[in-house]
């Protein structure tokens, strides 16, 4: 069996899965509608529905596992309400207390800095303009991925995030990929 391996702009509005099974779920969006894939791809991790950007597919589960673990860094922009400050960026590098599932999760240690307006694709998500008060960018890089982390640790230094886009993981980058572009890389 020959083993497969994709990057891909995953778009706003669509889940990191190819199928559901669950009642309910037949108006969601999800990547297999995007590609024809080969048979058992998998998505490497997670982007929540309302995320959008860079995420890995393969058909090697060793690969998958490996890109999971910690220590591959993973790099996202997150357009925030408000203008965020020096001592909030601080507080998010340092490590701060959130809630994964009910349970309280300190974050470990991460890069975080201000950035200037990035460079994405437009979006379909509704963000309010700034008539209703300004928005600024941070870049956040994680070498862990808890559940909905990023919104979660930018609200908790409170400036929650209005859009949010995976753009690194590891060395490989998103580049000037559109939402939807997919493209093969190499393993290593």
Partial sequence: MSLHYYKIYKP???LSQFISNQRGNHKKKYLGELHQ??????AVGRLDE?????????????????????G?????????DGMITPSAVKLLETG?????????????????????????????????DDRH?????????????KF??????????GFPTLRLARVRIGNEILGDMQPGDCLPINPD
């Fill in 50 to 70: 309302t995320s959008e950007g860079l995420l890995f597919l393969t058909t090697d589960g060793k690969f998958s596992n490996r890109t999971n673990s910690r």
């Fill in 12 to 14: 706003y509005g669509y």
């Fill in 37 to 42: 894939f080969p048979d058992n791809i998998m």
């Fill in 148 to 157: 909905r982390q990023v919104r979660k640790m930018t609200a908790a230094v």
């Fill in 133 to 145: 008060g300004p928005t600024s960018w941070v870049s956040i890089v994680l070498t862990e991925g």
């Fill in 72 to 80: 591959v860094e993973k790099e996202y922009y997150a357009q925030v």
């Fill in 96 to 128: 701060i207390d959130i809630s994964i599932h009910g349970k309280n999760y300190r974050t470990l240690p991460c890069k975080a800095k201000i950035i200037p307006i990035p460079l994405l694709p437009p979006t379909p998500q509704h963000i309010r």
